[in-house]
């Protein structure tokens, strides 16, 4: 069984999640989306893979079989612990990684309608992940999904001043 400190972030975002119930890789995709979207992004592909690693190691077990061969995994109280110990142990440092800011660096490789087109799609982008970060911030249940939810707010902002500080050509 891993450490606490030896749970990944998204190994530990998964975890975190399965404290509300059983559910399908799935579920835990759409649920990771709408819960930690602003902040922490989860793919399908590290899902699928972290989901059979945890329940080798005794932190989640299988669950009811459901429709079209989809497997539900449940927490178990080893997860639960592991969980809570991550929770609890230092983050270390943040790490940011932003395929829009890596896109803008190396945009003087692009042509003035790729750039154009980087920029449209995304302020299009960010335009929506204000809103709905807007939109988590209302429906916040307490006061830490709040703040995470206007950290959201204060990100989605942050990339349009600078999409505008950025000369159109």
């Known amino acids: 069984m891993p450490e606490s ?5 998204t190994a530990a975002a998964l975890l975190g999640l399965l404290h509300e119930g059983p559910m399908t890789g799935g579920q ?5 989306g709408e819960r ?8 399908r592909s590290q899902v699928y893979r972290e989901l ?4 080798e190691a005794g932190l989640l077990r299988l669950g009811k079989q459901g429709p079209r061969s989809s497997q539900q995994y449940a927490i178990t109280a080893a997860g639960k612990r592991a969980f809570k110990a991550w929770v609890a142990s230092s983050p270390g440092p943040d790490q940011f990684r932003s395929p829009l800011i ?4 190396h945009s003087a490789t692009l042509t003035t309608r790729q750039r154009d087109a980087l920029m449209t799609a995304a302020r299009i982008a960010y ?4 809103d709905a970060a807007k939109a988590a911030a209302r429906a916040a249940r307490d006061v830490y999904a709040k703040a995470a939810a206007d950290f959201g707010v204060a990100h989605a902002r ?8 950025i000369p159109q050509d």
């Open 5 to 9: 400190n030896a749970l990944n972030s």
């Open 28 to 32: 835990l995709v759409a649920a990771a």
């Open 36 to 43: 930690y979207g602003a902040f922490f992004s989860v793919t």
């Open 158 to 165: 942050a990339a349009l001043k600078l999409l505008d500080a």
């Open 102 to 105: 890596l896109r803008l660096v």
């Open 127 to 130: 335009v929506a992940r204000l």
């Open 52 to 55: 059979p690693v945890l329940t």
